[in-house]
């Protein structure tokens, strides 16, 4: 029988899970309903979005700049990690134990940002000029095309698929961006790993996908 990829992602409230440890270190993974691969307006969106937020392959963003920046984590970084299915869009920090609070509550506050369409014209630019390099960077040799091309030959988005990556950032709005962070950062799962007994977090209103 044909394998379907439509499934349902949908995170009907806000989920959230401690777990203790010993270790001298604060682990945060915070997750949101993303698009899928097939879904392409909103991928390449979102693929600006996290650059604008994270840096996209290479840190930077508003997460690094301002958590890294101010000494609050040893890194932070946000990606999509998404296929023919519909996938989430995750943010990934460690950090100290005191801090965990404090980082958590700064992601969301930069979630809200983007929720809210706080973003110019100018790191919109950048960040689809930052894309387009970080991907003319990848797939240099013939192993890593000939890979690519049976992906998305695999996928159902043609062999040649990767030939119009330049094209689909370029064709991408500020609007598309913000409309994006409004469709799916809304319920969010997030899990964290720290000698702390629990964590209580003071989130934003929260409005489901």
């Known amino acids: 029988s044909k394998i ?3 499934r349902n992602n949908k995170i009907d409230h806000v989920i959230t ?11 945060i993974v915070m997750g949101y309903p993303g698009p899928s691969i097939r879904e392409e307006k909103d ?5 600006i979005l996290d650059t604008i937020m994270s840096g996209y392959d290479y840190p ?3 997460l690094h700049d301002e958590l890294r920046g101010e000494g609050l984590v040893y890194g932070v970084h946000a990606l999509q990690l998404t296929g023919p299915a519909p996938g ?6 460690q950090t100290r134990p005191d801090a965990e609070k404090e980082v958590v509550s700064r992601i969301l506050k930069n979630i809200d940002k983007a929720k809210r ?21 990848k797939n240099t040799t013939m192993e890593e095309q000939a890979q690519q091309a049976v992906l ?5 988005l043609g062999f040649d698929y990767d030939k119009g990556f330049e094209n689909r950032v370029q064709s991408i709005s500020l609007d598309d961006v913000k409309h994006v962070a409004q469709k799916y950062f ?15 977090v003071d989130e934003p209103n929260q409005k489901g996908r």
């Open 4 to 6: 379907s990829f439509d």
């Open 17 to 27: 899970g401690h777990k203790r440890s010993q270790k001298p270190t604060s682990v």
């Open 43 to 47: 991928y390449t969106a979102m693929m």
């Open 60 to 62: 930077g963003g508003w």
């Open 88 to 93: 989430f869009f995750i943010v990934i920090a």
């Open 117 to 137: 369409g706080e973003i110019d014209e100018e790191e919109f630019l950048r960040a689809k000029e930052l894309v387009i390099a970080y991907h003319a960077q």
């Open 152 to 156: 998305d030959e695999l996928y159902g």
């Open 186 to 200: 809304g319920n969010y799962v997030l899990a964290t790993v720290s000698p702390m007994e629990s964590l209580t």
